[in-house]
Nanobody, 123 residues
Framework: QVTLVESGGGLVQAGGSLRLSCASS????????VGWYRQTPGEQRELVAR???????YYADSVKGRFAISRDNAKNTMYLQMNSLKPEDTAVYYC?????????????????WGQGTQVTVSS
């Protein structure tokens, strides 16, 4: 059984930074594609960043250049460093592992979600 626990969210002013962490049991971050999603009320979860099993990284255009995904294989933990935060980054952030690779080359997640961590950016 996979358990994902996100932490590190909070309230920050625009332009500030936060570092989210995701700890897991039941899935190896080193051996799988993993990622971060976010969701705002009334909207679908969107993929923010992901790192493939071999280390290929993808970022949504909205966060490119500001966010950085990483993983610590020894600790089986992944991170999302968020810099230059904007009010539109306000959301609940969820980690996801393992991501599945579709025949079209896109990644998707069909597992259970953790509780997420709230990020609120004030203007």
């Amino acid at each position: 059984q996979v358990t994902l626990v996100e932490s590190g969210g909070g309230l920050v002013q625009a332009g500030g930074s936060l570092r989210l962490s995701c700890a897991s049991s039941g899935v190896s971050f080193r051996a799988n594609a993993v990622g971060w999603y976010r969701q705002t009320p009334g909207e679908q979860r969107e993929l923010v960043a992901r790192i493939s099993r071999v280390g290929t990284i993808y970022y949504a255009d909205s966060v490119k250049g500001r966010f950085a995904i990483s993983r610590d294989n020894a600790k089986n933990t992944m991170y999302l460093q968020m810099n230059s935060l904007k009010p539109e980054d306000t959301a609940v952030y969820y980690c996801a592992a393992p991501l599945q690779l579709s025949s079209t080359g896109s990644y998707y997640y069909r597992g259970s979600w953790g509780q997420g961590t709230q990020v609120t950016v004030s203007s």
